[in-house]
Nanobody, 124 residues
Framework: VQLVESGGNSVQPGGSLTLSCVNS????????MGWFRQAPGKEREGVAV????????YYADSVKGRFTISQDNARNTVYQQMNSLKFEDTATYYC???????????????????WGQGTQVTVS
């Protein structure tokens, strides 16, 4: 399994970006895929998660209503549409895959055993 992110860029506040994550394996490796982010000097933060077997999604409060996670099973790809970007969204964004056992653990980094290399998003 290899997760490869793309789509990071520099954007002005209020702008939009779409991140993509391609799984180079044959199928989605886990029940959940999602996005985490880490800004300099801060801990990793769970952003959004999607169940690969269905449409259930889960978001951090900080991005609800602005970010949308989706998947394309045929392309083994997960997307994150980010609208109304703010300065505080600046971070390296990581694609993840794993099998969290409970809803309250969906945004915990230790629940995910596959991580991409990250793509940089800068809002300035």
């Amino acid at each position: 399994v290899q997760l490869v992110e793309s789509g990071g860029n520099s954007v002005q506040p209020g702008g939009s970006l779409t991140l993509s994550c391609v799984n180079s394996g044959d199928t989605f490796p886990s029940h959940c895929m999602g996005w985490f982010r880490q800004a300099p000097g801060k801990e990793r933060e769970g952003v959004a998660v999607i169940y690969t077997g269905g449409e259930y999604t889960y978001y951090a409060d900080s991005v609800k209503g602005r970010f949308t996670i989706s998947q394309d099973n045929a392309r083994n790809t997960v997307y994150q549409q980010m609208n109304s970007l703010k300065f505080e969204d600046t971070a390296t964004y990581y694609c993840v895959a794993g099998d969290p056992e409970q809803t309250w653990t969906l945004l915990l980094p230790d629940e995910y055993n596959y991580w991409g290399q990250g793509t940089q998003v800068t809002v300035s």
